[in-house]
């Protein structure tokens, strides 16, 4: 993968981030509200996977140079 990210890519990339950490707060806020099983088992595993691609969206900010 390139090195070098475009300004405007970059922008995406925060903008992709600031996303995810809202949906993620989301999730995490409605999930105490929930009483179907299935639903509730959803949400968990939607936080779980939320967590790991803000971790991976961070990396990959980190590696092009802590744009």
């Known amino acids: ?14 903008e992709l981030l600031n996303f995810k950490s ?3 707060s989301k999730v995490s806020t409605m999930n105490g509200l929930v009483q179907d099983t299935e639903l509730k088992n959803i949400m968990l ?8 691609h803000i971790q991976k969206l961070q990396e990959f900010l980190i590696n092009q140079g802590g744009k």
Request: glycine residues 8%.
């Open 22 to 24: 809202l949906c993620l």
């Open 1 to 14: 993968m390139a090195k070098n990210l475009g300004l405007h890519e970059t922008l995406e990339v925060h």
């Open 45 to 52: 595993k939607d936080l779980s996977t939320g967590r790991e």
